[in-house]
């Protein structure tokens, strides 16, 4: 039988930062001095230009739900007794998306494309993680 723990982020020199941020309540991402571009996940050079000059800068927390899933079977052990979960993909405020979670959405919630969301950084284990509440009214 497999492990049950949930698969853990392998941390370099050139991710350290991201992960030490999110322990630390931040989201952080990285920023191109040349053009100006916005990313996520960290890469030593702009997916835009090419450009090796960067620098890491916080996110505000703010995005917009761009798409999501709902997981109906677990593709790895550790989540079968989440079952059903999803899998968000927001769009910061700043510009970079990434894959998430709603904390509070579906199946428990009806989210909308665009609606407005908020970061709340997660521990689980040794891990700090994203995850984002929908925001209504907005």
């Not at 991201?18 to 931040?26: A, H």
């Not at 040349?34 to 505000?60: D, F, I, K």
């Not at 997981?71 to 405020?93: G, K, M, Q, T």
């Not at 969301?117 to 040794?126: A, C, D, I, S, T």
């Amino acid at each position: 039988m497999g492990s049950t723990s949930i698969p853990v982020a392998e941390v370099s020199s050139l991710t350290e930062p991201y992960w030490s941020g999110l322990d630390e309540g931040e989201l952080r991402f990285q920023h191109c001095d040349q053009c100006g571009n916005a990313w996520l996940p960290a890469r030593e050079e702009c997916p835009r230009c090419l450009h090796a000059a960067w620098t890491w800068q916080v996110a505000s927390g703010g995005g917009r739900l761009v798409s999501w899933v709902i997981y109906h079977r677990a593709y790895h052990e550790a989540f079968a007794e989440r079952l059903p979960y999803n899998v968000a993909l927001i769009e910061l405020d700043e510009g970079p998306r990434l894959l998430s979670n709603l904390i509070d959405g579906p199946p428990h919630a009806d989210p909308r494309i665009d609606q407005p969301v908020r970061l709340v950084v997660q521990h689980e284990g040794p891990l700090a993680l994203t995850g984002f509440e929908l925001q209504h009214g907005t």
